[in-house]
């Protein structure tokens, strides 16, 4: 047979105190209700000693806070969401919070029902790395008073928290230091968004190559078609009809290794000879032959910046009394592969 669980209201029999009383200390409120420390160490060492574990559904129902947050990504694999998500998590567990982690795929069907099925279970909060089409889902939980904080891309027009890096100035910088090593002929491979992060990095880009009187060849691969795995087969066509490319900057560090694949499979002295920057640093590109240049975003900051701006909502009444954007820094790690060959 089942073991009946242990309730509060045992706890308070056996102490022969109140149920208030035991509630209070097991939520850390003895100081703030004056009870005795010799009375919170007893109900303490009590709990223990059953194996006390709090109904979380009850207490979620009587709170109306479930003391979880959602953090919804592209991809929870790559290595860029996977780190931050791992940094957050630590910061969320100091606050007392607990995090699921889902990935969408880019996907809006994908990321509405996810939403959904979180928002039914009543989680507190949306940490959300946004799909293209789901604005009206994100305003949605903003009007039904839900605290949401997207990351990495935003809405135009959609007053909502934000936390994102100078996508343009970041782009900007790591093609001129390209063209400042005497590179001239520069590709640049990214997706076919138009995305807030994506549109971003191809406007620096493009910015740095007009200013130099450089003309810019783009390659844009449809994101559908990344997922299917034909990635590398548009990244092999572009190096086949630009052969005069002497340098190449990925838009996202999956495309620098899809990349490093053509060209260690179809020309691999072109690895040694190319200037070559990622966007988004990896732990690999730290021993590649020749080790590879990346823009690394500031992922502690970013996740202190999150949890800085959730706290607030979850204590609000009116989560949309206030919207605030936050525009990091990135940092150009220089490396073998960006210098003067």
């Given at each position: ?20 009383t ?7 409120k003895?100081?703030e ?12 060492d ?17 709170t ?37 982690f ?11 029902e ?6 039914f279970r ?10 293209p ?15 949401v904080v997207?990351?990495?891309r935003?809405?135009?027009?959609l ?15 790591a ?5 400042k090593?005497?590179f001239?002929?520069?590709g640049?491979?990214t ?15 493009e ?26 087969e548009y990244?092999?066509?572009f ?36 200037g ?7 732990d ?43 525009v ?14």
């Open positions: 047979m089942k073991k009946k669980p242990v309730s509060i209201r045992n706890i308070a029999d056996e102490l022969k105190i109140s149920v208030t035991v509630s209070f200390v097991l939520n850390g003895a100081k209700k004056h009870i005795s420390k010799e009375l919170t160490k007893k109900v303490l009590y709990a223990k000693l059953i194996n006390y574990r709090p109904n979380q559904i009850a207490q979620s129902l009587r109306g806070k479930s003391k979880i947050l959602v953090f919804m990504v592209e991809d929870i694999s790559n290595n860029f969401f996977s780190k931050l998500a791992r940094i957050f998590e630590d910061i969320a567990y100091e606050k007392g919070y607990k995090v699921i889902c990935s969408n795929e880019n996907d809006d069907e994908k990321s509405n996810l939403i959904n099925l979180f928002n009543q989680v507190d909060g949306f940490i959300i790395v946004p799909s089409g789901i604005k009206d889902t994100i305003e949605s939980l903003i009007k039904d008073n839900i605290p997207l990351l990495d935003f809405f135009e027009g007053d909502c928290n934000s936390v994102v890096i100078d996508n343009v100035q970041a782009a900007f910088d093609t001129e230091h390209l063209i090593n005497k001239k002929n520069i640049f491979i997706t076919a968004s138009d995305q807030s992060q994506m549109m971003g990095r191809l406007s620096g880009y910015k740095a190559v007009e200013e130099h009187g450089l003309k810019p060849h783009t390659l844009q691969i449809p994101f559908n078609e990344i997922i299917k795995g034909r990635g590398k990244v092999k066509d190096f086949d009809k630009h052969t005069d490319l002497d340098a190449v900057f990925y838009a996202t560090n999956y495309l620098a290794q899809s990349g490093l694949e053509v060209l260690k499979e179809n020309n691999p002295k072109l690895i040694k000879e190319l070559i920057i990622a966007f988004d640093d990896n690999m590109f730290k021993i590649y032959d020749p080790s590879i240049t990346s823009v690394a975003q500031p992922l502690i900051e970013i996740s202190t910046k999150l949890m800085e701006l959730m706290l607030p909502l979850l204590k609000k009444k009116d989560v949309s009394e206030t919207s605030h954007k936050i990091l820094k990135t940092e150009l790690i220089v490396r073998e592969s960006s210098l003067v060959k």
